[in-house]
């Protein structure tokens, strides 16, 4: 049983930057693949960033060139720096991870920009 516990979420204005921390225990074995999803209000929980153990990326469109993600396997933990923060930006966004064949989720944190 994998546990991710996030933080790091808050509220900021349109322009500024927050960087969301997501870390995992559990797992005896290296996790895979690990990411970050956001749901908006009233919309479906959607990708926003992933990465491998081997240190692949994956972004959303809407967030390239301003979202880094970022990984230390040492502690199993995932980083997404945020910069140039819209307001569409704004929602709960969730750890996820992949280990073995089950896919672990976060608890979420709230993340607000005003404009």
């Known amino acids: 049983q994998v546990q991710l516990v996030e933080s790091g979420g808050g509220l900021v204005q349109a322009g500024g930057s927050l960087r969301l921390s997501c870390a995992a225990s559990?797992?005896?074995?290296?996790?895979?693949?690990m990411g970050w999803y956001r749901q908006a209000p009233g919309k479906q929980r959607e990708l926003v960033a992933a990465?491998?153990?081997?240190?692949?990326?994956n972004y959303a469109d809407s967030v390239k060139d301003r979202f880094t993600i970022s990984r230390d396997n040492a502690k199993n933990t995932v980083y997404l720096q945020m910069n140039s923060l819209k307001p569409e930006d704004t929602a709960v966004y969730y750890c996820?991870?992949?280990?073995?064949?089950?896919?672990?989720w976060g608890q979420g944190t709230q993340v607000t920009v005003s404009s």
């Open positions: 990465t491998t153990n081997g240190g692949s990326t």
């Open positions: 559990g797992s005896r074995f290296s996790i895979n693949g």
């Open positions: 996820n991870a992949v280990y073995k064949v089950f896919s672990y």
